[in-house]
């Protein structure tokens, strides 16, 4: 039986020892808290519309020409009274402004 050959060792190739302290596995940061992200997230629209100024008038003008729509043109069509649908309404128009704003930034 023939012995398998005894393989070489490779010589380690030279790395800077602040190359290697650089990619040294460290401990992962902590999570951002939600009031950070949201922050961020915050000056990152407001950086945009500040690069994209026609975007404020798209984020301001659509919650509210849809609170006027659905409250005076579609309002009337409903059962009940106009207060308690109002109650319902405006945490609809207020989140829907949110994700307005959230999806212009992000594009």
């Known amino acids: 039986m023939s012995a ?4 070489h060792p ?6 800077d ?3 290697r302290a650089a990619l040294a596995p460290t401990a992962r940061p ?9 922050l961020t997230f915050g000056w990152r629209g407001m950086l945009k519309i500040k690069h994209v100024p026609e975007q404020l ?18 309002g009337g069509a409903l ?4 207060s308690q649908y109002l109650q319902y309404l ?12 959230a999806v ?3 594009v």
């Open 90 to 101: 405006l945490p609809g128009m207020l989140v829907q402004s949110v994700l307005f704003t």
């Open 30 to 38: 902590p999570r951002a808290s939600a009031l950070s992200a949201c």
């Open 57 to 74: 008038l798209d984020v301001t003008l659509t919650p509210v020409l849809f609170l006027l729509m659905f409250t005076y043109l579609f």
């Open 10 to 15: 490779q010589p380690e190739p030279f790395v």
């Open 104 to 106: 212009y930034s992000g």
């Open 79 to 82: 059962a009940g009274s106009t």
């Open 4 to 7: 398998a050959p005894a393989a």
């Open 17 to 19: 020892d602040g190359l």
